[in-house]
């Protein structure tokens, strides 16, 4: 069974920092493409920044670029692998539930991917 949790949501007050994971476990992640993507209320969900299997490639959503940082880390059995989103100059704008996702194919800013987590949320206040 496949499972994508992600932690570490919260309250951050404008010009903040948070830093985002999510733990992929149930298969061997270390070979998918994950990426992260958020949708604020009324809104259509959105894409925020994606990483490839190695780490070696990054995308980024013009409105993150500069302030969020998309890192892996693929344990070395394969048996859980984890991605971050390290977040820094928060803006209300930046309010949202964030999810992750994986995919077997990398696909920049891509939004299909086969597997979603439960989504965290995010709350900027000015």
């Known amino acids: 069974q496949v499972q994508l949790v992600e932690s570490g949501g919260g309250l951050v007050q404008a010009g903040g920092s948070l830093i985002l994971s999510c733990a992929a476990s149930?298969?061997?992640?270390?070979?998918?493409?994950m990426g992260w993507f958020r949708q604020a209320p009324v809104k259509e969900r959105e894409f925020v920044a994606a990483?490839?299997?190695?780490?070696?490639?990054?995308?980024?959503?013009?409105s993150v670029k500069g302030r969020f940082i998309i890192s892996r880390d693929n344990a070395r059995n394969n048996a859980k692998n984890t991605v971050f989103l390290r977040m820094n100059s928060l803006k209300p704008e930046d309010t949202a539930v964030y999810y992750c996702?994986?995919?077997?194919?990398?696909?920049?800013?891509?939004?299909?991917?086969?597997?979603w987590g439960q989504g965290t949320q995010v709350t900027v206040s000015s």
């Open positions: 996702a994986a995919d077997r194919n990398y696909q920049g800013r891509g939004v299909k991917y086969d597997y």
């Open positions: 149930g298969r061997s992640f270390s070979s998918y493409a």
């Open positions: 990483i490839n299997w190695s780490g070696g490639r990054t995308d980024y959503a013009d």
